[in-house]
């Protein structure tokens, strides 16, 4: 029927959020949250201001909607000149704060006060492509306003956001430099490439594990680990919170607080998951507690939070998996059902989320087909899931348990190619860490297992990494024909193409290997760390100085999650400012460098290079 259709409208969309939310925090959270309230007051009274709406709010975003596109470019505007004005007038850095505005017009899908849908997806991340202070434009909101404002625009072209392409435009603001468009390169000058040659290990090691683990940016901002009350289990831990009766009817609890009840003893069944008991949950029944306190007080690492309303005979369920130490959702759904068995709505909606539960949590999407295609096995797959977690640490420990597990994994099922693949990237992040006695032995492995996992699946990652490998092996020519022909196999895999390029890029081909990672960035929703991080190197490589240094700087002021990334950052940076005959400046960030890790040495990446 007509009523039961999704309720749907085109709207202008702003979403904002704070550039380096998560250093503040980790700096001096109490302070970054009386000025994070302070900033978006400022917001709030701008957006009523200009007849907007604030539909939605998550951590350091804001999400509002508005009637008109100039009014909404008006709007963000007037806030980061505001902002701007504010920090001026502020000594103290830490009271100071950027943000990232994105615009997009679009359809939406309307769910009681709040707005979903791509309209809302493409602004989110315009917001992300979008410079600190800056404001980014989708193409068909650009066209709207800009003969009806005094703003200056700069034409960004085709982006890749999320699953499509969207034409973005950047707002010139004061103080906000014009993004510049790639140059005529410079040939490749060999007498510099030694000084190059120091900081490649990290850079080289983070683009190789980008392939199936890169760490996305996330959708709201994670819990904070040193807060948990428990440690987290080995397992998948999640907490099953009382769903909320939409109804406005009292009376009607009992049928959100059945479903939970339901849900909770249904997964607690499940021997793969580490469920809160139902008086955990309840406690928070009623109170507005966000996702990140839920998951540091309960001890667990996802939440399942939801809403029943009922309206006649009818009963509208929702439900939502969020991962809050991630900071991700996980999975989404809407249940309509006609009222007229209780009890067996309630086992059917449970049954449901638990099989999106089993899936998400324990394996992914599609889990039980990809453990028994890719991996061999849904043993085997949870074995190699919880070493990634591991593996990404970049930690002596992390790497061990990792081996571990996955050696455990590779005595099950020797003969699948995924686990060959992560044996072979295991012996690479030993190498390039220098956790090897024997880095002959540990190459000659890696190979093996590469090979192994090509031959298996013929795909184009495995292709790559043997190209990173015969790389550290000294083997260059051997590097670059692996490099092209993944490229051949593949020429949509961003991930083994940013790897690919990255090979180039340190074998001699350098022009070849920036384009390559433009293409690779192109080619995925979201740019992870170690993809600005290895484009920078090859701008060194090609004395693109400047760009490289703006790359690496905003770079720096994103959200960088592990402590690998910021150091090939920053060793970087000391490249640049080297080079451009900074040397205080150089020097500045080798100290930053040797805070995180001091032992580290020129020597010593170099011998890992070599």
Same mark, same amino acid.
């Given at each position: ?14 979403? +904002? ?18 000025? @994070? ?11 009523? $201001? ?33 902002? !701007? ?25 309307? $769910? ?35 003969? !009806? ?123 793969? @998951? ?58 989404? $759904? ?204 090859? @701008? ?14 905003? +770079?720096?002021?994103?959200?960088? !999650? ?7 950052? @920053? ?12 040397? !205080? ?26």
């Amino acid at each position: 029927m007509a009523q039961d259709r999704l309720q749907r409208k085109v709207t202008v969309i702003l979403a +904002t959020d704070v550039v380096g939310y998560s250093n503040k925090i980790e700096q001096n959270e109490d302070q970054t949250l009386e000025t @994070l309230r302070a900033c978006r007051a400022i917001i709030e009274e701008l957006i009523d $201001e200009h007849h907007g709406r604030v539909f939605n709010t998550a951590g350091d975003s804001v999400l509002a909607e508005f009637p008109s596109a100039v009014e909404a470019v008006l709007c963000a505007a007037e806030f980061q000149r505001s902002i !701007k004005e504010r920090n001026a007038s502020i000594e103290d850095k830490a009271q100071q704060m950027e943000f990232r505005v994105g615009i997009n017009m679009g359809d939406v899908v309307i $769910e009681e006060t709040n707005l979903y849908g791509d309209g809302v997806n493409v602004a989110a991340r315009l917001e992300a492509l979008g410079q600190p202070g800056g404001i980014c434009l989708a193409k068909n909101v650009y066209d709207i306003v800009h003969k !009806k404002m005094d703003l200056t625009f700069t034409d960004l072209g085709d982006q890749q956001v999320k699953n499509t392409v969207v034409h973005a435009v950047d707002v010139s603001l004061e103080g906000v430099s014009p993004r510049k468009l790639p140059g005529t390169k410079k040939a490749r000058s060999s007498k510099r490439i030694a000084y190059l040659l120091a900081g490649l290990a990290l850079i080289v090691l983070i683009a190789a594990s980008g392939f199936w683990w890169s760490q996305m940016r996330p959708d709201f901002e994670p819990a904070n680990l040193s807060k948990y009350a428990f440690q987290l289990p080995g397992e998948p831990s999640i907490a099953v919170m009382p769903f909320n009766n939409l109804s406005g009817d009292p009376t009607q609890d009992h049928i959100g607080d059945g479903l939970t009840e339901n849900i909770i003893s249904v997964l607690s069944s499940s021997s793969t @998951l580490v469920v809160t008991p139902r008086n955990a949950s309840f406690r928070f029944k009623g109170k507005a507690t966000s996702v990140q306190e839920i998951a540091e007080q309960l001890g667990v690492r996802y939440v399942l939070e939801g809403s029943v309303q009922q309206s006649g005979d009818k009963l509208r369920v929702t439900a939502q998996i969020v991962d809050a130490v991630d900071g991700k959702h996980l999975w989404g $759904e809407r249940y309509d059902r006609k009222l007229d068995d209780l009890f067996e709505i309630q086992d059917d909606i449970t049954y449901q989320i638990w099989q999106a539960m089993e899936t998400n949590l324990t394996i992914g999407a599609q889990a039980g087909q990809w453990a028994a295609n890719i991996v061999g096995g849904m043993a085997e797959a949870q074995l190699l899931l919880r070493g990634r977690s591991h593996f990404l640490k970049f930690t002596p420990e992390g790497h061990r348990e990792a081996e571990r597990l996955w050696s455990e994994a590779f005595e099950k099922r020797s003969e699948s190619g995924l686990v060959n693949f992560s044996m072979a990237m295991l012996n690479y992040q030993k190498i390039l860490m220098n956790w090897t006695d024997d880095p002959r032995s540990s190459i000659a492995t890696a190979k093996y297992h590469a090979n192994k996992a090509h031959t298996m699946m013929g795909d184009a990652g495995s292709v790559a990494v043997l190209g990173m490998i015969e790389m550290l092996d000294g083997n260059c020519e051997a590097s670059n024909e692996r490099a092209e022909r993944s490229v051949e196999i593949d020429p949509s895999a961003g991930q083994s193409m940013s790897m690919a390029g990255t090979s180039l890029i340190v074998c001699g081909k350098a022009k070849e290997g920036v384009d390559m990672i433009r293409r690779s960035m192109d080619l995925q929703p979201e740019t992870p760390t170690f993809l600005p991080i290895s484009l920078s190197l090859g @701008l060194l490589v090609l004395e693109e100085y400047e760009e490289a240094e703006e790359i690496l700087k905003g +770079t720096l002021q994103s959200k960088i !999650k592990h402590a690998v990334d910021r150091m090939s950052v @920053l060793g970087n940076m000391v490249v640049v400012n080297y080079f451009k005959g900074e040397e !205080k400046e150089a020097t500045e960030y080798v100290d930053q460098i040797l805070a995180l890790d001091s032992n580290a040495t020129v020597a010593m990446y170099r011998r890992k290079v070599f």
